[in-house]
């Protein structure tokens, strides 16, 4: 009964995280809003629009899914991107970043973008699920970000 207890409890936690990612503030979005030890994203350049932040990774970002513009790693970790929910990226030319080959994009400790369209036009709202302490294990990482 105690596991079970604890078990719900760290689920419920859990979930609190993902509702600090998935609804984070949305008024007044700057760099400013993103705290220490958090990996941010926001929908527009600038670090502005719909923001979400979260100190741990995210299987499937839900209301920021295919709409990262800018991020800042403040984790201290290696971030790896990926653009498909649940860390998986395409493996065929139909799918997000086009290439036949499943790749990520590496987001190393401190590192922070203002318009992936600048960098690239594939790598713009695409970014479906991330992972925090990671490297891109099966696949290349076609872009490191430092």
């Given at each position: 009964?105690?596991?079970r ?131 891109c294990?099966?696949?290349?990482s ?5």
């Amino acid at each position: 009964m105690k596991l079970r207890k604890i078990l719900t409890g760290s689920a419920a936690f859990v979930g609190i995280l993902a509702l600090t990612f998935i609804n984070g503030p949305q008024a007044s979005a700057s760099a400013d809003q993103c705290q220490d030890g958090k990996f941010c994203i926001w929908a527009d350049p600038n670090y502005n629009g719909d923001f979400g932040q979260s100190q741990n990774s995210q299987g499937n970002l839900t209301n920021m899914d295919n709409k990262t513009t800018s991020f800042w790693n403040r984790t201290g970790k290696t971030v790896v991107l990926f653009n498909y929910a649940n860390y998986f990226s395409s493996v065929t030319g139909a799918g997000n970043w086009g290439n036949n080959y499943p790749y990520c994009v590496t987001v190393l400790p401190g590192a922070a973008h203002y318009d992936l369209k600048s960098v690239d036009p594939l790598f713009n709202d695409t970014v479906s699920s991330f992972y925090i302490g990671g490297t891109c294990v099966d696949s290349p990482s076609i872009r490191t970000f430092q």
